[in-house]
């Protein structure tokens, strides 16, 4: 009896970690919607400043893509080495710093400049706390990455509103700075917590080294690159939205800057609203029949939001696709983490948060091009690939 009851001990004592664990990594989530959020809706402000067209923008924000891509091919090998937890730490205090320093710029070479740091931070934060995520979901044994996912995105849609609010009261400067505050504070709060706990057993309780040989495997490498190209093709859709519905909003349907801002909250609030109940969809209907029926509701709701000519279609438009594509990410990050840790997650994070961060671009050449509604259809046609992958390679791929 005493030893049953020890064990019971150990295993309340594990739960209770792994509790407080779930809540520190939510925060840091939401600490990198809340900011990402906060940068986007004043990018119009912050183009007016810098008298760059759209294809001009479009270049200055491949700084972004440019940081974080490149720091999230070595993140993966630094969360080996030193431990996601302190690479966690470290790239939220970088994304705190540097969210304050685009609304210093006045040129767009210098913009693309400051967008570089700050896509340092967010690639890196990016795959140290999905690393982290992927290791606690395979210590609870259940689907719950969409809950993290959701957090961000709730943190998107505070991070929007309050943008919304103070855009053409407080300037852009005094905005991020804000932020920035904000964020060294969080980070430092969370931070502290996070760094007392231990990392977590990789899946199946491999070590490392494990998961790194694993991780060489033909057949696993070739998985791990299939959930990132998921990943990419509805990330793409959401760096579309946050860079570029606000301005599709106020440029082609003339909406107030508080109302533009509504755009990128709307999608982010239906996006939240979808992955808190992703963990219940995921365990009812697999991951399979959640990736599809959430690619063809994106494609469905992007053709709507892109395309429509009224503003409160738009609105339901940009909201559907943000229930579309709320698990899809997720899912492909999780994955891809269960089978090569770290490095899985930074291989598929790379692709997915590539699609995010080069989709912008993409779209000012095409708007300069066509216009910006016609190159806004690209969303809905990549969220239609998306769906087929996943049907395509059900078998092996993702149930």
């Known amino acids: 009896m005493p030893q049953i009851n020890k064990t019971r001990t150990d295993d309340t004592a594990a739960d209770s970690t792994l509790a407080r664990l779930r809540v520190i990594i939510t925060v840091f989530f939401a600490l990198d919607g809340f900011l990402f959020a906060g940068w986007v809706v004043r990018i119009p402000a912050i183009k007016d400043q810098t008298h760059a067209s759209a294809?001009?923008?479009?270049l200055a924000l491949l700084g972004v893509s440019v940081g974080a891509v490149l720091t999230m091919m070595i993140t993966g090998r630094l969360c080996r080495r030193y431990g996601s937890?302190?690479?966690?730490?470290?790239?939220?205090?970088?994304?705190?710093?540097?969210?304050?320093?685009p609304p210093l710029t006045h040129s767009a070479l210098a913009l693309g400049a400051a967008l570089f740091v700050l896509g340092v931070g967010y690639g890196g934060l990016n795959v140290a706390m999905n690393s982290v995520a992927v290791d606690l979901v395979a210590a609870l044994r259940r689907p719950v990455m969409p809950s993290f996912h959701a957090a961000f995105s709730l943190g998107g849609v505070v991070g929007a509103?309050?943008?919304?609010?103070?855009?053409?009261?407080?300037?852009?400067?005094?905005?991020?700075?804000?932020?920035?505050?904000?964020g060294l504070i969080v980070s430092a709060v969370a931070g502290r917590a996070l760094l007392r706990y231990e990392p977590l057993a990789p899946p199946d309780h491999m070590r490392h080294e494990e998961v790194a040989e694993r991780r060489l495997d033909g057949r696993t490498r070739w998985l791990v690159v299939v959930f990132g190209l998921i990943a990419?093709?509805?990330?793409?859709?959401?760096?579309?939205?946050?860079?570029?519905?606000?301005?599709h909003l106020e440029?082609?349907?003339?909406?107030?800057?508080?109302?533009?801002?509504?755009?990128?909250?709307?999608?982010?609030?239906?996006?939240?609203?979808?992955?808190?109940?992703g963990t219940a969809l995921l365990e009812r209907l697999?991951?399979?029949?959640?990736?599809?029926?959430?690619?063809?509701?994106?494609?469905?709701?992007?053709?709507?939001?892109?395309?429509?000519?009224?503003?409160?279609?738009?609105?339901?438009?940009?909201?559907?696709?943000?229930?579309?594509?709320?698990?899809?990410?997720?899912?492909?990050?999780?994955?891809?983490?269960?089978?090569?840790?770290?490095?899985?997650?930074a291989t598929a994070s790379t692709l997915g948060y590539g699609g995010m961060l080069l989709g912008p671009p993409a779209i000012g050449f095409m708007a300069d091009w066509y216009?910006?509604?016609?190159?806004?259809?690209?969303?809905?046609?990549?969220?239609?690939?998306?769906?087929?992958?996943?049907?395509?390679?059900r078998r092996v791929a993702i149930d």
């Not at 294809?55 to 479009?58: A, D, E």
């Open 55 to 58: 294809s001009t923008l479009g």
């Open 85 to 101: 937890h302190p690479i966690t730490v470290l790239c939220a205090a970088l994304l705190s710093l540097s969210i304050a320093l």
């Open 161 to 182: 509103a309050l943008g919304g609010l103070v855009a053409g009261q407080v300037s852009p400067t005094r905005h991020l700075l804000g932020l920035t505050v904000i």
């Open 232 to 247: 990419l093709c509805t990330a793409y859709g959401e760096g579309a939205l946050a860079d570029w519905g606000a301005l």
């Open 251 to 277: 440029q082609d349907l003339d909406a107030h800057p508080g109302v533009a801002a509504a755009g990128f909250s709307s999608f982010a609030l239906a996006m939240t609203i979808g992955r808190l109940s």
């Open 286 to 345: 697999g991951r399979t029949r959640t990736l599809v029926a959430g690619g063809t509701t994106a494609a469905l709701g992007m053709l709507l939001g892109s395309l429509a000519p009224s503003l409160w279609a738009v609105l339901l438009g940009f909201a559907v696709t943000g229930l579309g594509l709320a698990n899809i990410f997720p899912v492909a990050i999780e994955r891809a983490g269960a089978l090569a840790g770290p490095s899985g997650v």
């Open 371 to 393: 216009s910006l509604p016609v190159a806004l259809t690209s969303v809905a046609a990549l969220a239609a690939v998306a769906a087929l992958i996943g049907f395509a390679t």
